[in-house]
T-cell receptor, first 115, second 112 residues
Framework: KAGVTQTPRYLIKTRGQQVTLSCSPI?????VSWYQQTPGQGLQFLFE???????NKGNFPGRFSGRQFSNSRSEMNVSTLELGDSALYLC??????????????FGSGTQLSVL | GDSVTQMEGPVTLSEEAFLTINCTYT??????LFWYVQYPGEGLQLLLK?????DKGSNKGFEATYRKETTSFHLEKGSVQVSDSAVYFC???????????FGAGTTVTVRA
């Protein structure tokens, strides 16, 4: 069974640009979450989707947005990039029940560098 | 809000040494507790979990017990191997919160 797939693996952008990251969950998983990982702030929750509905959102500015498609694939978008957005963005999926007691399966992440 | 505090690293050990990483939490409800591990260049993997007080999670020789009275979930392993070198994250989740709150992570290096 294929794991969580995130594309692209690496991305370099300049300030002011926008970026879209993609996540394909494990087949059958309907919950997808996104996390930002930085050396200074650690792992911070961005948002979670289940059946195309956002159920929770972290404390990030409105420049960070996401969506989930009917096939459970998810994208997150960051507009007007800032230097501080440089981070590893991790996607995770979980089983159909979608409760957080379920085991989260993480992808390898997209490393975003903003110059 | 919910938060997790874990032992600062880095931790460097010799093979077969005893490992303990302290983790304490603050939560308004009755959270589930987790330890995740991140190997170099990889995403996080669930190592073990406990969903209620006094539960013990265990996997690959690692153990952690959910202690409600001390709000703790310390990770232990009796004899570490070089392959245990990784970053370890303590995390919690409240039911229907749909998110994990992570500690800062502890880098463990095991030397042969």
């Amino acid at each position: 069974k294929a794991g969580v797939t995130q594309t692209p693996r690496y991305l370099i952008k300049t300030r002011g640009q926008q970026v879209t990251l993609s996540c394909s969950p494990i087949s059958g998983h309907r919950s997808v979450s996104w996390y930002q990982q930085t050396p200074g702030q650690g792992l911070q929750f961005l948002f979670e989707y289940f059946s195309e509905t956002q159920r929770n959102k972290g404390n990030f500015p409105g420049r960070f947005s996401g969506r989930q498609f009917s096939n459970s694939r998810s994208e997150m978008n960051v507009s007007t990039l800032e230097l501080g957005d440089s981070a590893l963005y991790l996607c995770a999926s979980s089983l159909p029940q979608g409760t957080t007691n379920e085991k989260l399966f993480f992808g390898s992440g997209t490393q975003l560098s903003v110059l | 809000g919910d938060s997790v505090t874990q032992m600062e690293g880095p931790v460097t050990l010799s093979e077969e040494a005893f490992l303990t990483i302290n983790c304490t939490y603050t939560a308004t409800g009755y959270p589930s507790l987790f330890w995740y591990v991140q190997y170099p260049g990889e995403g996080l993997q669930l190592l073990l979990k406990a969903t209620k007080a006094d539960d013990k999670g265990s996997n690959k020789g690692f153990e952690a017990t959910y202690r409600k009275e001390t709000t703790s979930f310390h990770l232990e392993k009796g004899s570490v191997q070089v392959s245990d070198s990784a970053v370890y994250f303590c995390a919690l989740s409240d039911i229907n919160d749909y998110k994990l709150s992570f500690g800062a992570g502890t880098t463990v290096t095991v030397r042969a």
